[in-house]
């Protein structure tokens, strides 16, 4: 298994730029979630999804759509980039509720708006 | 309130045992404790998770105080490899999917 894997592994956007990071998983999981991690701070919550069709908003959700079409991938929208999303994203995937399962994460996707 | 407090760096001697502290004096009945880590550069990595009875894996052990409102992560023997920052963390609690909130973190320094 690749497990989670992210595309692409680096990007440099303007502000104002649109993109897709994209996250897709070969385990079958149910759970995908996406965080944001900023320099020197743990990792934030963005948009998570409970199964194909189903999405939520997390803890920072503003200026980030998702969609979950299939099982295994769970793309990451921005829709207009600005500085303040410079930072590392990481997708995760579990079995089913990551409070009962651990959440397996990708290698992250380290982005730069300009 | 999610949060849990650890401090922020600790140091270790390679082949020695780790105890990483943490406090979750909010903690209810449901909340899970779950430690993750992150090496440089990398993906956080699951290392362990509990309710309340003391956990054991092939990575680390989890010993829960009685009260719950601490725990312990206990890495047996440190290896280089462990050198990384660990995240103790209480996850929203309830029955839905588990939104699992990461702190700073307790950096691990592992000295040869």
């Known amino acids: 298994n690749a497990g989670v894997t992210q595309t692409p592994k680096f990007q440099v956007l303007k502000t104002g730029q649109s993109m897709t990071l994209q996250c897709a998983q070969d385990m079958n999981h149910e759970y995908m979630s996406w965080y944001r991690q900023d320099p020197g701070m743990g990792l934030r919550l963005i948009h998570y999804?409970?199964?194909?069709?189903?999405?939520d908003q997390g803890e920072v959700p503003n200026g980030y759509n998702v969609s979950r079409s299939t099982t295994e991938d769970f793309p990451l929208r921005l829709l207009s980039a600005a500085p303040s999303q410079t930072s590392v994203y990481f997708c995760a995937s579990s079995r089913t509720s990551g409070k009962y399962n651990e959440q397996f994460f990708g290698p992250g996707t380290r982005l730069t708006v300009l | 309130d999610a949060k849990t407090t650890q401090p922020n760096s600790m140091e270790s001697n390679e082949e020695e045992p780790v105890h990483l502290p943490c406090n979750h004096s909010?903690?209810?009945?449901?909340?899970?404790i779950h430690w993750y880590r992150q090496l440089p550069s990398q993906g956080p990595e699951y290392v362990i998770h509990?309710?309340?009875s003391n956990v054991n894996n092939r990575m680390a052990s989890l010993a829960i105080a009685e009260d719950r409102k601490s725990s312990t992560l206990i890495l047996h023997r440190a290896t280089l490899r462990d050198a990384a920052v660990y995240y103790c963390i209480k996850d929203a609690g309830g029955t839905s999917y588990g939104k699992l909130t990461f702190g700073q973190g307790t950096i691990l320094t592992v000295h040869p």
């Open positions: 909010t903690i209810s009945g449901t909340d899970y």
């Open positions: 999804s409970v199964g194909a069709g189903i999405t």
């Open positions: 509990g309710l309340t």
